[in-house]
């Protein structure tokens, strides 16, 4: 580089000068062939440089991490103070602009991490509340200041923001040295009025100005207290519509954000599917394909999940939208109910959904994970009569779409079936897939018609 740089720089070996000529982002620590004589601090920005001195990119550097540097810029000229922020928070809202129809907009991911440049940030929207999840050093050292600022953004283009809640109390933050966390970061009744600017965001203990190269490690060590935070009796359920489907939303304990939004045109498809048909919903979760089945046309619904809790809230959200009388609710374990139903005699349903929480959540256990795929999906086909259809998801991003398709195959073999595919989907886009960032990719769904 001939240009002086304010950051601290690492050097990267081959390998990984290629990974992120790619378009991947990461930088593992065993990659590195030179690292600053002064340690950088956790959560603070350093370049990455080639072995002959190329500049690759800038990004936040995590001592606890195997990901010792995210990148978030590859332009030498990005300077990284306030207007830097802005402008990819101001992006990031006019690409779901685009992408997605106006009804959808009150319900969507704003922020995909990577795919948004945005390492380990997470954040959707719920009607008036954004709920994120920090999942990396640096942005656990910026959030206090950034979110507010896309709160800020938001409102700035007429849309009705009134709160930022934390779902940050997840296991995988100790792979970066960060305690589970949870709460108001912006709290309900601390904006202006309605059209007005947000407020500067409340001050972070030891967090970082926009701008700042550095974040000391104590910035990540705790979730201070913010002045005005939400009181307790402060409701965390807000109601969303999607798909013309009501649903309750509990963002401060429902899994993940509280709600699963990247499934949003693939429950549309299914409502299309559904019409006039006996539809078999696996893993339904808080109901959500159930209900859009029912909302289509279905003549009637099976709900299963082995959790009861979870069918409390998929049967809260069938009187929300007064579906009930289309709607039985099934308590049970999905690998145990599906041989118990073929033993009965197949042809009950037409149409099987299997959208199954992710089977693996290591590398190690995608083959695994494929073999538990194989077996529901073996099973789905064999019970539905020739020409029902079949919808089959997986959010495993360890186990890639080709062998998804394989395993597909593979099951329909077994099951003596042949499959006539009617449609291979994705995730919404406002769940961007970033191609050379393989991990982005993570959800397929393919719709058969099973002959």
């Known amino acids: ?200 965001a409340p001050a972070m203990a030891g967090a970082a100005t926009p701008g700042s190269p550095a974040l000391p490690d104590e910035a990540s060590a705790a979730h201070p207290a913010l002045p005005g935070a939400a009181p307790a009796v402060y409701p965390t359920r807000t109601i969303i519509t999607e798909n013309g489907v009501r649903y309750e939303v509990d963002f401060e304990n429902g899994q993940k954000t509280g709600f699963f939004l990247d499934q949003k045109y693939n429950r549309r498809a299914v409502a299309a599917l559904a019409r006039g048909k006996t539809v078999l919903d696996c893993f339904t979760h808080t109901g959500s394909f159930a209900l859009n089945a029912a909302k289509g046309g279905a003549a009637q619904v099976t709900a299963v999940d082995v959790s009861a809790a979870a069918l409390e809230t998929a049967r809260a959200n069938a009187a929300l939208n007064g579906l009930e009388d289309k709607l039985e609710f099934v308590c049970a374990d999905v690998f145990d109910l599906l041989p118990a139903l073929e033993a009965s005699g197949r042809g009950r349903y037409d149409l099987i959904i299997l959208d199954p929480p992710a089977f693996a959540k290591a590398r190690g256990a995608a083959a695994a994970a494929v073999r538990g795929y194989k077996e529901i999906n073996c099973r789905a086909m064999r019970l539905l009569p020739r020409g029902g259809y079949l919808v089959s998801a997986s959010c495993t991003h360890f186990v890639t779409e080709r062998m998804f398709a394989e395993m597909l195959a593979a099951a329909a073999r077994d099951a003596g079936r042949q499959l006539r595919q009617v449609e291979v989907r994705g995730a919404s886009p406002d769940h961007p897939v970033l191609w050379g960032v393989p991990e982005t990719a993570y959800l397929k769904c393919f719709i058969f018609q099973v002959i």
Request: a positive charge; glycine letters at 10%; proline letters at 7%.
């Open 1 to 200: 580089m001939k240009t002086a740089r304010p950051y601290p720089a690492y050097t990267v070996s081959k390998k990984a000068e290629a990974s992120l000529l790619a378009g991947h982002p990461w930088v593992y620590a065993d990659e590195i062939t030179a690292a600053p004589a002064a340690p950088p601090s956790n959560g603070s920005i350093a370049d990455v440089l080639s072995g002959k001195g190329r500049y690759l990119g800038s990004g936040f550097v995590s001592h606890a991490s195997k990901i010792r540097v995210r990148l978030f810029s590859r332009n030498a000229s990005d300077q990284f103070g306030p207007a830097f922020w802005r402008r990819r928070l101001e992006y990031a809202w006019a690409y779901r602009k685009t992408v997605l129809g106006p009804s959808d907009l009150a319900a969507c991911r704003l922020i995909h991490g990577e795919a948004d440049q945005f390492p380990g940030l997470t954040v959707d929207r719920f009607g008036p509340v954004l709920v994120a999840q920090v999942l990396s050093a640096g942005m656990e050292g910026v959030k206090g200041w950034l979110l507010p600022l896309l709160a800020e953004v938001l409102r700035a283009d007429g849309q009705a923001i009134e709160a930022v809640y934390e779902r940050s109390d997840v296991a995988l933050r100790a792979k970066e040295g960060l305690a589970e966390c949870k709460g108001w970061l912006a709290a309900p009744g601390s904006f202006a009025a309605a059209g007005g600017p947000a407020p500067s």
